[in-house]
């Protein structure tokens, strides 16, 4: 169940809820030490909130969105061990937010902040993915009618984002990464 309400010219805000129950989930469940298999469990039911949020003035524009989710798994048998305990990386917390300024025709830059919550790696919430805070940038200038030039940077302050972890060993994901190039279009 949700909304949307445009409150003034160029302003946008939703708001949902949720209530999700996904029968017969597949999961990875804990068997032994460093041993994993795929097995079924009765439910996961997954419920919580998003709200968004949306303004333009002029050529800024400001965009953004929160998500809050309970998820719990239902399992019995094999996996009665992962009864009531929170699926596998599913954070609780997440939310982004982007400015963005289009100065002229074809020109654009934006910056976006992105947030994921701390959230258990493994299905016994033994292991816990720290929150990351992540930025990013874009541009566009343009150079002829159909030719522009595009920028980009990913994880702008090389956030140490982790991807997994068991015990001590980590995964990383992906460091700062910028991407530049050309945009061709049939004006």
Not at 89 to 96: D, G, K, L, M, W
Not at 113 to 134: C, H, I, K
Not at 158 to 182: C, H, M, Q, Y
Request: aromatic share 8%.
């Amino acid at each position: 169940a949700g909304f949307d309400v445009q409150p003034a010219a160029g302003v946008n805000l939703g708001a949902t809820m949720f209530y999700n129950r996904l029968d017969d989930a597949i999961a990875n469940v804990t068997i032994g030490n460093n041993l994993r298999q795929r097995d079924n469990v009765d439910a996961i039911i997954a419920k919580g909130v998003e709200l968004t949020g949306e303004a333009q003035f002029g050529a800024v524009s400001v965009a953004g969105s929160y998500a809050f989710s309970h998820s719990k798994v239902r399992a019995s048998g094999v996996a009665s061990g992962l009864n009531g305990l929170t699926p596998a990386q599913s954070p609780r917390h997440a939310a982004n937010a982007t400015v963005r300024w289009t100065p002229s025709t074809g020109a654009v830059l934006s910056a976006t902040a992105r947030y994921v919550g701390a959230q258990f790696e493994d299905d016994l919430e033994a292991n816990v993915l720290p929150s990351a805070l992540t930025f990013e940038g874009f541009e566009q200038i343009p150079l002829t009618r159909q030719i522009a030039l595009t920028g980009r940077v990913e994880n702008m302050l090389n956030e140490a984002v982790v991807t997994r972890k068991v015990g001590t060993s980590i995964d990383l994901g992906t460091p700062r990464i910028f991407w530049i190039g050309l945009k061709f279009s049939a004006r």
